[in-house]
């Protein structure tokens, strides 16, 4: 398949298989799935970025430098980003954040289409994260959209549920998230023939993607995990962080034999 193929099958796979994922996680209501699914998303992430994106970015920029700067930049400005978001739709002083992950969604000042509006930006860079890493190479293209997936799956189930909170019908509030997917295979599709310009700025945006995963791992998905804290959960939390990551591992080895 030619590099666009990838994209685009890459995009609108991923976009669409974790939307109706998240569908039957949120209509069959497994809390338990849920949690294993973000323990498994999250290291699926860290293994994409440490195993794979890191590696690329570094090869193809002039010096590592440049690109921990631009991983420490985007870390800044994803907690800046999420600040502002949160300063939005907090309406007094004690405002409860929604977390992706968890089962009893509750709306703080968030409407639906505030959600489906977020989800649909978050979807379109995405897209471009995917185009980036096919662009670069096509096992690294696998294992970014690999790991898109793994942690788009907890957050469409959070706005799943906050969709329904919001009084939208299971019908609808599936159609909205299948729509808002698309925006994923639309920003691969422009990454491809914008960034085919730029190939110098390829290894700062493979950075930002970087730093974009990280963020979401660390800062979005493991604090809920430490509200579990018996040892049986902590075990199964390891366990499928490291299948997360040996995952990709696996993904990227077959790829390049």
Not at 92 to 104: I, L
Not at 145 to 150: E, H, K, R, V
Not at 152 to 161: K, R, S, T, Y
Request: glycine share 8%; hydrophobic share 55%.
């Amino acid at each position: 398949m030619t590099t666009l193929t990838w994209i685009l099958v890459a995009s609108l796979f991923g976009g669409v298989l974790s939307v109706v994922a998240a569908a039957l996680f949120a209509l069959n209501t497994r809390a338990h799935w849920i949690g294993a699914l973000v323990s498994y998303a999250i290291g699926a992430l860290l293994g994409a970025v440490f195993l794979d994106i890191l590696p690329e970015a570094i090869g193809m920029a002039p010096s590592v430098a440049s690109v921990s700067g631009t991983v420490l930049f985007g870390i800044l400005l994803f907690f800046t980003l999420e600040k502002v978001l949160i300063w939005r739709h907090c309406h007094h002083d004690h405002c409860e954040v929604h977390e992706p992950h968890e089962q009893d969604a509750h709306d703080h000042g968030r409407s639906g289409t505030m959600v489906i509006v977020g989800d649909t930006f978050h979807n379109f860079v995405d897209g471009i994260i995917i185009a980036a890493a096919f662009m670069v190479d096509t096992q690294l293209g696998i294992v970014t959209a690999l790991a898109i997936i793994a942690h788009e799956i907890p957050q469409e189930v959070g706005d799943f549920a906050i969709l329904l909170h919001s009084g939208y019908s299971k019908l609808r509030a599936f159609q909205l998230n299948l729509i808002s997917s698309l925006a994923t295979l639309i920003g691969g599709a422009l990454a491809y023939f914008t960034l085919q310009d730029l190939q110098a700025w390829t290894p700062y945006i493979l950075a930002l993607a970087a730093a974009s995963m990280i963020y979401v791992a660390v800062a979005d998905l493991i604090p809920g995990l430490h509200k579990r804290t018996r040892m049986r959960d902590t075990v199964q939390q390891v366990s499928l962080i490291a299948l997360g990551v040996a995952t990709v591992g696996l993904v990227g080895y077959f790829a390049a034999v």
